[in-house]
């Protein structure tokens, strides 16, 4: 007997309860969770704002960091900002012109 299963990632078809229960277990109880939100938060194609709000998003990105335990401050910037609506990215860029940019505070 076959079963399918639609979900939010789109539709699964499973020969026998246990093919489920692997696929399952692969989807929502990764053996690295670790691993798993930092491979999350480099893929371009998964980790985007898309129809988030803001503070959706944000939370979001928290959550996959501190799980992540992401090391590299600057790499955590870059993945942010990419993950950012293009309007939200675009009106941050209209707001910060004419603004003093790091190069110039340091000096």
Avoid at 36 to 49: D, F, G, H, M, T
Avoid at 56 to 77: G, N, T
């Amino acid at each position: 007997m076959l079963c399918v299963l639609q979900h939010l990632g789109g539709v699964g078809s499973f020969t026998d309860w246990a093919a489920f229960e692997k696929d399952f277990q692969a989807d929502f109880f990764p053996i690295d969770p670790a691993k798993s939100a930092a491979l999350a938060l480099c893929n371009r194609e998964q980790y985007r704002q898309g129809k988030w709000t803001l503070d959706e998003y944000i939370d979001y990105f928290q959550a996959l960091v501190k799980q992540a335990a992401y090391p590299d401050s600057l790499q955590l910037c870059l993945t942010f900002w990419n993950g950012l609506h293009p309007t939200l990215m675009e009106h941050i860029d209209n707001f910060a012109e004419g603004h003093s940019n790091d190069e110039q505070m340091v000096s």
